[in-house]
């Protein structure tokens, strides 16, 4: 028998975080100290959304979104601080007026924490909307979040379309961000589009279907909510001048 024959012991593969529940233990945490952090993005999905536990539109997690307001910034690090998250001294130095991130040694979870608002392609502005919900984001927020996306990916088109086939979405919300801004409008009734041919193609009736009516039921909605002077004055110069920004990716 050679060296090579011999088997050598295997290094058992790290675990997978749960980060759903690390996700809720953050809040609750939160909640408990007096700070409202409440997720976003495909975590918070997750928590609302059966078709994206189990259904046709599930998919995993890389890292935990959170929500919060930044004059909490103290409170934000001492909660994180007693559930073992480090903090990410560099990034949070030169980014934290925005961003906080934290990273757990033992779960590996990394966690983002965004500061009154979300700002990717356009600017959703949060702070005085974190309460509407016990966990998350209230899912018209969640879904602006994904309608936001110039470059929508097929983790973005599962996202929407699981808000859209299983929760409530309040259309005076979407359609008033929307009927304020151009550039918002613009970008989010084409994504809008693309989630319904998404959902349309899905070939799951019961779902897709729902995804597909909720998304032509809210587009109607968008069409014929008054727009404001700015709309109507950005909408002359149209697509002469670009009217979204490309952020760098996060991962959910």
């Given at each position: 028998?050679?060296?090579?024959?011999?088997?050598?012991p295997r290094t058992p593969p790290?675990?997978?975080?749960?980060?759903?529940?690390?996700?809720?233990?953050?809040?609750?945490?939160?909640?408990?100290?007096?700070?409202?952090?409440?997720?976003?993005?495909?975590?918070?999905?997750?928590?609302?959304?059966?078709?994206?536990?189990?259904?046709?539109?599930?998919?995993?997690?890389?890292?935990?979104?959170?929500?919060?307001?930044?004059?909490?910034?103290?409170?934000i690090d001492a909660v994180l601080?007693?559930?073992?998250?480090?903090?990410?001294?560099?990034?949070?130095?030169?980014?934290?007026?925005?961003?906080?991130?934290?990273?757990?040694?033992?779960?590996?979870?990394?966690?983002?924490?965004?500061?009154?608002?979300?700002?990717?392609?356009?600017?959703?502005?949060?702070?005085?909307?974190?309460?509407?919900?016990?966990?998350?984001?209230?899912?018209?927020?969640?879904?602006?979040?994904?309608?936001?996306?110039?470059?929508?990916?097929?983790?973005?088109?599962?996202?929407?379309?699981?808000?859209?086939?299983?929760?409530?979405?309040d259309p005076d919300r979407i359609?008033?961000?929307?009927?304020?801004?151009?550039?918002?409008?613009?970008?989010?009734?084409?994504?809008?589009?693309?989630?319904?041919?998404?959902?349309?193609?899905?070939?799951?009736?019961?779902?897709?279907?729902?995804?597909?009516?909720?998304?032509?039921?809210?587009?109607?909605?968008?069409?014929?909510?008054?727009?404001?002077?700015?709309?109507?004055?950005?909408?002359?110069?149209?697509?002469?001048?670009?009217?979204?920004?490309?952020?760098?990716?996060?991962?959910?």
């Open positions: 028998m050679t060296v090579m024959d011999v088997e050598r790290d675990p997978v975080p749960d980060l759903d529940a690390l996700g809720r233990a953050l809040v609750e945490a939160g909640d408990a100290a007096g700070v409202s952090l409440r997720m976003v993005g495909g975590i918070a999905v997750r928590c609302l959304c059966p078709s994206a536990v189990d259904g046709p539109l599930a998919r995993t997690c890389k890292d935990i979104d959170l929500v919060a307001r930044a004059r909490q910034r103290p409170e601080a007693g559930l073992g998250y480090l903090p990410d001294e560099e990034f949070n130095l030169y980014q934290g007026g925005i961003r906080l991130n934290y990273a757990h040694p033992e779960t590996r979870a990394s966690v983002d924490v965004f500061l009154d608002r979300l700002t990717m392609c356009h600017r959703l502005e949060l702070a005085d909307r974190l309460e509407l919900r016990p966990l998350t984001l209230d899912p018209a927020d969640l879904l602006l979040s994904k309608l936001q996306i110039v470059q929508t990916n097929e983790r973005d088109l599962q996202d929407a379309t699981a808000l859209l086939s299983d929760t409530t979405v359609a008033g961000v929307l009927a304020a801004d151009w550039g918002w409008w613009r970008t989010s009734t084409e994504v809008l589009d693309r989630v319904a041919a998404y959902a349309g193609e899905l070939g799951h009736r019961d779902v897709g279907g729902r995804a597909a009516a909720a998304a032509a039921q809210l587009r109607e909605a968008i069409d014929e909510r008054p727009k404001s002077r700015k709309w109507k004055l950005r909408a002359r110069v149209g697509e002469r001048v670009t009217w979204y920004e490309l952020p760098e990716e996060v991962e959910d």
